[in-house]
């Protein structure tokens, strides 16, 4: 290695096979994340204004809303720059950064989901017993405990990534710093880091999917059993949106680390899917599929106005 010099910047190529499109890429990105922005905030800000909205329910979908800001930040404003005719280089450390935060947010979020799905599970399930056993202590733990999971699995892979060592070429074919992009410019061995990347990512993705299926198993069986066809689609109806949340979440990261060769076509689309549009989607679904968000963000309209 005395011969190579150690890179201390990266080139983003950007999104694959999209020469020439820049500007239009560019104007449709910079309306996806400001929409993205706007609509997560109006759901935080509609949750935090109505006192009938501080449940568990709520709290969590408050955070998820948060979350929805932060995830995409973590690589649209860099790639809003390159699109506008900016430098495309990223420092060593700011993709160091870039990755990190791109799988503590995404971990944390992944946890979340399986949060609420529990959360709705004791709602359906447990009636009776629901403001019992989701005290603010056992909510406030189970966000912790998200938190925890997440720094923890982006911890290790940021660890794995970067004690390779990288002396070029540093041109990164993608629109972003994460792992099956950076692995491959390393100089030495990068199996290990490229095993490990890929079991924890899918191991905690498989596993929060399958703590999802049983809750919402449970979820199935119990709304099966009310009688009444009103009560049926009442407790659907609370279910559907998050439902719909979880399948644009999970599909993208089960495509992306599980697949044996990448393609980086498939992985930026996918990637933006996940990254940008899921949580522009979120904000949609949340408050078209909600009646209580939607009537306090008219209460938000008619005070603002």
């Known amino acids: 290695m005395g011969n190579h010099t150690l890179l201390d910047e990266f080139i983003l190529l950007g999104i694959p096979q999209t020469q020439g499109l820049e500007t239009l890429l560019f104007v449709v990105f ?28 709520y709290f969590f979908l408050g955070l998820l809303s948060i979350f929805d800001m932060l995830f995409p930040s973590v690589t649209c404003p860099k790639m809003l720059l390159y699109l506008s005719g900016q430098s495309p280089a990223i420092s060593y450390k700011g993709c160091a950064a870039q990755l990190f935060f791109y799988h503590f ?16 599970y004791v709602a ?22 998200s938190w925890l999971i997440g720094c923890l699995q982006s911890s290790i892979l940021t660890s794995f990534t970067f004690q390779l060592t ?33 079991i924890n990512v899918g191991f905690l993705a498989l596993l929060l999917l399958f703590s999802v299926c049983v809750s919402y198993a449970h979820i199935g069986i119990a709304i099966l059993r009310i009688r009444s066809a009103e009560g049926r689609q009442k407790a659907f109806s609370t279910c559907s949106a998050h439902l719909t949340a979880i399948l644009c979440a999970y599909g993208p990261v089960i495509i992306i680390y599980l ?29 078209l599929r909600n009646k209580e968000v939607k009537r306090s963000l008219r209460r938000v309209f008619h005070s603002l106005a």
């Open 30 to 57: 910079l309306f996806i994340y400001f929409f993205t922005l706007l609509g997560n905030l109006l759901i935080f800000t509609a949750i935090v204004s109505s006192s009938t909205l501080h449940t568990p329910m």
């Open 105 to 120: 947010l995404g971990s944390t979020e992944g946890c979340l989901y399986s949060v609420m799905a529990y959360d709705r």
């Open 124 to 145: 359906i399930c447990h009636p009776l017993r629901y403001m019992l056993i989701m005290k603010p202590g056992v909510c406030l733990s189970l966000v912790i405990v």
């Open 166 to 198: 990288y002396c070029g070429p540093k041109h990164v074919h993608h629109f972003f710093c994460d792992i099956p992009a950076v692995l491959p410019l390393a100089c030495t061995d990068s199996r290990l880091a490229q095993k490990v990347g890929s």
């Open 259 to 287: 697949q044996r060769t990448p393609n980086p076509l498939l992985g930026a689309v996918v990637q933006i899917l996940n990254n940008i549009v899921s949580p522009m989607l979120n904000s949609l679904i949340y408050s």
